[in-house]
């Protein structure tokens, strides 16, 4: 399976940044991609200033563009995220369009990123967003594949649920920041890569040291034995990251864990 990673520069203009989107997708399968991976916040500049304004509806501009996308390239799109209203809620959503342009997924960020550091940053996704409910996985020839969004990747519980409903694959578009992402990001990738046996990718925008916020990009993709098979520096690219889906069952035939889990143990939220 081939999958475009898409590293992209977001500006302030919202067409701008969905017109950029579409045309490294379309770009994406000119060199083979079956899969189009865009980042979290791909069509709005990331700050709680702009999340409101910027949101669409299903249906909507930024929705209808991938999904012609998917469907004129032939590829399957990973829509990154985007500010979503429903009703008077907004979320931070990604929708997930197969090759015929049809929506086969929407995850809703499930764990919003609350911060507040004494004498540091402070930034709240819920002064915005409305939480998720759902874990996402969805289905393609390849297999079932797994979807979060940023700060849902820190959660172990939601990554090995997707591993249980049969993801081969956990794709996590995500905007890390200049003080977690050299501390956290590689660590965390290969880390849920390892728990659950399934290759790891996550997808940043591009970093902009004069941007309203400072992505750390360095986009990545891990294999199930929790090796980095591609990683990004911070410039905007189309990287297309070739990956053999039946590792998963090699590992997990070789080193059983999933099988070996004890649910009679586990019960969170108890004593």
């Known amino acids: 399976m081939k999958i475009a990673i898409i590293q992209m520069h977001v500006g302030m203009d919202k067409k701008k940044n969905v017109k950029k989107a579409v045309e490294h997708i379309k770009n994406a399968a000119a060199k083979g991609a079956d899969m189009a991976v865009l980042p979290e916040m791909f069509n709005c500049p990331y700050s709680n200033v702009y999340f409101a304004d910027y949101a669409e509806g299903e249906g909507e501009d930024t929705f209808n563009a991938l999904s012609e996308a998917a469907k004129a390239f032939g590829v399957y799109v990973i829509g990154g995220s985007i500010p979503e209203r429903d009703g008077e809620k907004v979320y931070n959503t990604s929708f997930v369009f197969n ?10 960020k499930a764990h919003l990123f609350d911060i507040d550091v004494k004498g540091g940053q402070r930034f709240f996704e819920s002064e915005t967003f409305t939480q998720g409910n759902e874990v996402t996985v969805f289905d393609t020839e390849f297999g079932k594949m ?23 694959v956990m794709f996590a578009p995500s905007a890390f920041n200049m003080t977690t992402g050299p501390l956290h990001w590689e660590t ?19 970093r902009n040291e004069n941007g309203v916020y400072v992505a750390y990009g360095n986009s990545i993709a891990v294999d199930p034995w929790g090796r980095i098979i591609y990683r990004a520096e911070a410039e905007e690219i189309v990287e297309i990251v070739d990956i053999d ?10 080193l059983p864990l999933l099988s070996a889990m004890r649910h009679d143990m586990y019960k969170f939220g108890e004593n």
């Open 188 to 206: 965390l990738f290969k880390t849920r890569a390892v728990d659950n046996q399934y290759f790891t990718v996550g997808v940043s925008p591009a």
């Open 99 to 108: 090759r015929r342009g049809e929506k086969i997924a929407r995850h809703r």
């Open 245 to 254: 889906i039946h590792e998963v069952e090699r590992v997990r035939e070789q």
């Open 146 to 168: 797994g979807l979060c969004i940023c700060f849902d990747i820190r959660f172990p519980e939601i990554c090995r649920m997707m591993a249980l409903k049969g993801a081969k």
